[in-house]
């Protein structure tokens, strides 16, 4: 099982850190990119619709 880095998130679902170039900011781009909203959710894990 291969995960890409940017796709995971800290404890209670906050972005988190992001080594590439621009940090979290990058990351969360990267994320939006793919369709993925942040907003605030009961479970970090109701974002990915588990």
Known sequence: LI????R???A????GGFSAPGGAATKLRMLE???L???PEPSAQ???GF
């Open 3 to 6: 995960i890409p880095c940017h």
């Open 8 to 10: 995971v998130l800290a």
């Open 12 to 15: 209670g679902g906050r972005i």
């Open 33 to 35: 990119l793919e369709g």
């Open 37 to 39: 909203r942040m907003t």
């Open 46 to 48: 109701l974002a990915f």
